[in-house]
């Protein structure tokens, strides 16, 4: 079955240290790849995507992420966290096919501590 | 930018209403989504249409149906709501031309079933 596993619920980090949110995904073929940010009250906002080609990409907010295809991973990192970042993170998988719905890891809660 | 406009932010209805939450696009998006959002479990796919007046079940439509009768507009209907609908719900729209498959997300329709 496809799936997304986020496997830390909640994570807190100190203001200026190093973060990295985990993603496992299970799925037939190699799909689609991406990382949301919803702060609270608001609605998905994208941070980044993997298609193809270099497996490390760039996002927004200083975010990026890397697809390791041989752990089934797509794990979502940043050097510096700032308290704006504070927010709920949701991995997501998709098929190579246009148009189709995506299906979600039940999410990473980031606390920001100072 | 693809501006997805959900009219209702907050809402509070009684068990056994009937509730309309309607979702907007402005960018001529064939494909629309309807997601809801629960804590612990993250987003699950309601139902979602690929065209005017055609729509296909998600993961968990029992309780659900939804409109679309205009492409730019979405609508997910509670015909008798329960207290067990009390949730976060999302809209979503996708470019199927783009080649990606990003969605865009509206801000959220927070219902309360009392």
């Known amino acids: 079955a496809q799936s997304v596993t986020q496997p830390d619920i909640h994570i807190t980090v100190s203001e200026g240290a190093s973060l990295e949110l985990r993603c496992n995904y299970s799925?037939?073929?190699?799909?689609?790849l991406f990382w949301y940010v919803q702060s609270p009250g608001q609605g998905l906002q994208l941070l980044l995507k993997?298609?193809?080609?270099?497996?490390l990409v760039q996002g927004i907010k200083g975010f990026e992420a890397e697809f390791k295809r041989s752990q089934s991973s797509f794990n979502l990192r940043k050097p510096s966290v700032h308290w704006s970042d504070a927010a709920e993170y949701f991995c997501?998988?998709?098929?190579?096919?246009?148009?189709?719905?995506?299906?979600f890891g039940k999410g990473t809660t980031l606390s920001v501590s100072s | 930018d693809v501006k997805v406009t959900q009219s209702s932010r907050y809402l509070v209805k009684r068990t056994g209403e009937k509730v309309f939450l309607e979702c907007v696009q402005d960018?001529?998006?064939?494909?629309m989504f309807w997601y809801r959002q629960d804590p612990g479990l993250g987003l699950r796919l309601i139902y979602f249409?690929?065209?005017?007046?055609?729509?296909e079940k998600g993961d968990i439509p029992e309780g659900y149906s939804v409109s679309r009768e205009k492409k730019e507009r979405f609508s997910l209907i509670l015909e008798s709501a329960s207290t067990n609908q009390t949730s976060m719900y999302l809209c979503?729209?996708?470019?199927?031309?783009?080649?990606?498959?990003?969605?865009?997300f509206g801000a959220g329709s927070r219902l309360t079933v009392l």
């Open positions: 997501a998988v998709g098929p190579h096919q246009a148009g189709t719905a995506l299906i």
């Open positions: 799925y037939g073929a190699t799909p689609y």
């Open positions: 993997y298609f193809s080609g270099d497996t």
């Open positions: 960018m001529d998006h064939e494909n």
């Open positions: 249409s690929y065209d005017v007046k055609m729509k």
């Open positions: 979503a729209s996708i470019d199927n031309n783009s080649g990606a498959n990003v969605l865009t």
